[in-house]
């Protein structure tokens, strides 16, 4: 089992930078891919980036590429999502997830979840 949290969601001003990490409860030698999802109420989550544990290998989704960063520090268990140049449609509840090499866009494929941070992005 592995147990994920997140923190560094809150409100910011459309353009603005937030950056959330997400700390694992145990070392992360046997998960080949972490990331991060967001969701909207009503709408079906989706995945914003991803980061192998080994080799750092990323994938972002079209929607934030050139505008968020993800990185991890496997000493520390830890993955962080640097968000810039934010929008209003960026505002979602974010889940830290960590899983398998056959990882799918919806979520499926990842065993471990966080609770969520919120991040608010006014216009």
């Known amino acids: 089992q592995v147990q994920l949290v997140e923190s560094g969601g809150g409100l910011v001003q459309a353009g603005g930078s937030l950056r959330l990490s997400c700390t694992a409860s145990r070392n992360l030698f046997n998960i080949h891919t972490m990331g991060w999802y967001r969701q909207v109420p009503g709408k079906q989550r989706e995945v914003v980036a991803t980061?192998?544990?080994?080799?750092?290998?990323?994938f972002y989704a079209d929607s934030v590429k050139g505008r968020f960063t993800i990185s991890r520090d496997n000493a520390k268990n830890t993955i962080y999502l640097q968000m810039n140049s934010l929008k209003p449609d960026d505002t979602a509840v974010y889940y830290c997830a960590a899983g398998g090499r056959w990882w799918q866009p919806n979520g499926n494929g990842m065993d471990y979840w966080g609770k969520g941070t919120l991040v608010t992005v006014s216009s």
């Open positions: 980061i192998t544990t080994v080799g750092a290998s990323t």
